[in-house]
């Protein structure tokens, strides 16, 4: 089983920045394709960022392309979401996920913390 904890949520200007963490335990991290999704009050959780195993390839979703950019230390067994020029648009509750080995850009993932809140006001 891996467990996954977010961290680095919280409230910021629009036009701000901020750095999302998740750290992983209980498996071995390097063997596992990461995703960041979030989910706005009365929406559906979706997707915004995907890393493979290596950290060699990554996939974003069309509306953080540009602003957004996964990474992942698999030394420290962590995956980040930097995250700038934030919109009110980009208020909402932040998850990171995991599944072994192939990056989908879909839910399909295994393995999920338990959220972060990010809040942008305008």
């Known amino acids: 089983q891996v467990q996954l904890v977010e961290s680095g949520g919280g409230l910021v200007q629009a036009g701000g920045s901020l750095r999302l963490s998740c750290a992983a335990s209980?498996?071995?991290?390097?063997?596992?394709?990461m995703g960041w999704f979030r989910q706005a009050p009365g929406k559906e959780r979706e997707f915004q960022a995907a890393?493979?195993?290596?950290?060699?390839?990554?996939y974003y979703a069309d509306s953080v392309k540009g602003r957004f950019t996964i990474s992942r230390d698999n030394a420290k067994n962590t995956v980040y979401l930097q995250m700038n020029s934030l919109k009110p648009e980009d208020t909402a509750v932040y998850y990171c996920?995991?599944?072994?080995?192939?990056?989908?850009?879909?839910?399909?993932?295994?393995?999920w913390g338990q959220g972060t809140q990010v809040t942008v006001s305008s």
């Open positions: 996920a995991a599944r072994p080995w192939l990056v989908v850009k879909n839910n399909d993932y295994n393995y």
């Open positions: 209980g498996g071995t991290f390097s063997n596992y394709a």
């Open positions: 890393i493979t195993l290596s950290g060699s390839t990554t």
